[in-house]
């Protein structure tokens, strides 16, 4: 079975310029507050909650197949749910491949 995500350091949370951007809705929920405010989340809280959401969107698609196998879910509820841990998964290995990306451009930087 699929296992939760453990903790991640502490990084300020920059606050949003301007527009929402509704590409996915991992981060649904999570409000970086308006230029000048006080800054509520940090970075790892966003990337911890988003980590949640994408493990609990594929421990239902694991739950939904294996109802599916006993006969007691119907096939369009498990391709929903396959194809929607699917867009989740990408997503984040979208996301942690921008981070690693972003570390190693910061690991060349000369001090």
């Known amino acids: 079975m699929i296992s939760g995500i453990g903790g991640i350091g502490s990084l300020p ?4 310029i301007g527009g929402t951007d509704a590409t ?3 981060f649904q929920g999570i409000k970086a507050p308006m230029a000048g405010g ?3 989340g940090t970075f790892a809280e966003a990337l911890s909650q988003a980590a949640s959401k994408t493990v609990n969107t594929l421990q ?3 739950q939904v197949s294996i109802q599916a196998l006993k006969g007691d879910a119907d096939t369009r509820q ?3 749910a396959v194809m929607s841990a ?3 998964l990408q997503t984040t290995i979208a996301i942690r491949d921008k981070v690693v990306s972003a570390y190693l451009e910061i690991s060349r930087m000369g001090i």
Do not use: F, H, R, S
């Not at 949370?13 to 949003?16: A, H, Q, V």
């Open 60 to 62: 239902n698609a694991e």
């Open 38 to 40: 006080e800054i509520g």
């Open 24 to 26: 996915t809705d991992l």
């Open 86 to 88: 699917q867009q989740a």
């Open 78 to 80: 498990v391709v929903d």
């Open 13 to 16: 949370l920059k606050p949003e």
